[in-house]
């Protein structure tokens, strides 16, 4: 495995893959790895010749409230442990490489239709940066395929209209959450919690099984269903952002015709924000 810095080397190596005739996965990250990031590696694997992982803490999805100074950086540390699973090349670029003229005067791609609800609303021009990112690494990488974990649920669908809109031929795969045994969702941010907070972390997941089992039985009083999961979250010591039942297609309201809904949540608890989601078939 091998470790570039610079889009034109990166470039390069890809062009050299394709001359070979291999197929190319994408992982996007933007490193702190942990085993779910490990396992988007595992199933790239299973789906193409040739591996680039990028880590690159994007400057532009972060708003003036996140966390982007504090997102801790350990590249020789997640090297390692990609190596280890069989990646074939990182791709670790700084802010230069990415945005040569600066993130405010660099062109941007929209989703608008996705972009203002849940997420985009707590968090505005979050997913600007994330499309807009991951759109300059489809060009500098040309993936077949590009893996994303489920657990960012919205801005799994974001990066699929985005690449349906811009016609970009790259098939986007989505990765089940991985969960430690208790049930919390893998996440860089879980680091934060302090010891008590991540006793207490697990209750955001058995919230959206509740909630979910409400659903299976049958309930399809939505708000109340939503009412009541905002209310224990909050006697469980989270300050709920949204919890909210939407279609798993699109993420608009329940319909008559919906097949499958999403559960989708946020909720902060101490100063660490935690997001997770689960999926429910109807019959």
């Known amino acids: 495995m091998e470790t570039l810095r610079q889009i034109s080397a990166v470039r390069s190596r890809v062009s050299g893959w394709r001359r070979q005739g291999a197929s190319i996965a994408l992982v996007p990250t933007m490193g702190n790895l942990h085993r779910g990031h490990i396992r988007l590696v595992e199933l790239a694997l299973e789906r193409a010749e040739r591996i680039v992982v990028s880590i690159f803490v994007n400057p532009m999805q972060f708003g003036p409230s996140d966390d982007f100074a504090r997102y801790p950086r350990t590249l020789e540390k997640d090297c390692e442990a990609l190596a280890r699973a069989g990646a074939h090349l990182v791709f670790a ?12 005067r660099s062109s941007a791609v929209d989703v608008p239709r996705l972009d203002g609800i849940l997420e985009g609303r707590s968090r505005p021009g979050h997913f600007r940066g994330v499309a807009t990112v991951v759109a300059k690494l489809f060009n500098i990488a040309t993936p077949d395929v590009a893996i994303f974990g ?18 970009l031929p790259v098939e986007i795969v989505a ?57 224990s979250l909050a006697s469980d010591g989270f300050e709920p952002d949204y919890f909210s039942i939407r ?32 999926i429910v078939d109807l019959k």
Request: with cysteine.
């Open 150 to 167: 489920q657990k960012d649920y919205q801005q799994l669908l974001v990066i699929r209209q985005m690449t349906r809109d811009l016609c």
């Open 175 to 231: 990765a089940p959450i991985m969960r430690d045994d208790d049930g919390l969702a893998l996440s860089s941010r879980n680091q934060y919690l302090s010891a008590d907070e991540r006793g207490r972390a697990p209750a955001l997941h058995r919230c959206l099984l509740a909630a979910r089992q409400r659903i299976v039985d049958g309930d399809r009083h939505w708000q109340d269903i939503e009412s009541a999961a905002l209310d």
């Open 93 to 104: 670029p700084d802010a230069g490489q990415m945005y040569p003229d600066g993130t405010e």
């Open 247 to 278: 279609s798993a297609e699109d993420l608009g309201p329940p319909g008559i015709e919906s097949r499958q809904l999403v559960l989708v949540v946020a909720a902060r608890l101490g100063t660490t924000r935690l997001i997770d989601n689960v």
